[in-house]
């Protein structure tokens, strides 16, 4: 990957961590996964990010296309996937599911975060697409 690229990655990643924390520190644990999502949603785009909300990505499967194979919480400027949980912990699962999406969607970088946790500084996981469409 470029550099410029990886910087640009690396900006919105950032920007995603603040965004989060925000939200967690204004709401707390224990909330449901859409309540978070809405509101990372709405803080991103507060931030200047173009943020899409529930996003169904087709599969192909040999000739067969399935319309809605997948759906990503949101996608944030057209290059990141974000997975959202408020679950006790996440598991390599839900790494597994990230690297799924992006291996469908295209997409560079995906981050799952968990929102019911004490911080989400040790909630997040980034995950690299080695072979990124976008």
Avoid: W
């Amino acid at each position: 990957m470029d550099p410029q690229r990886q910087q640009q990655l690396n900006g919105v990643f950032e920007r995603i961590f603040i965004a989060s924390s925000a939200v967690h520190e204004a709401l707390g644990r224990g909330l449901p996964a859409t309540t978070y999502r809405s509101c990372l949603a709405y803080e991103l785009g507060q931030m200047g990010h173009k943020v899409q909300c529930d996003v169904a990505v087709p599969i192909i499967f040999r000739e067969h296309r399935v319309d809605a194979g997948v759906r990503i919480d949101l996608i944030v400027d057209g290059l990141v996937c974000v997975r959202v949980h408020s679950i006790e912990n996440l598991t390599n699962f839900y790494d597994q599911e990230m690297q799924s999406l992006l291996r469908i969607s295209g997409l560079p970088l995906g981050i799952v975060v968990n929102f019911s946790v004490p911080s989400v500084r040790g909630a997040m996981h980034r995950i690299m697409n080695p072979a990124p469409r976008v």
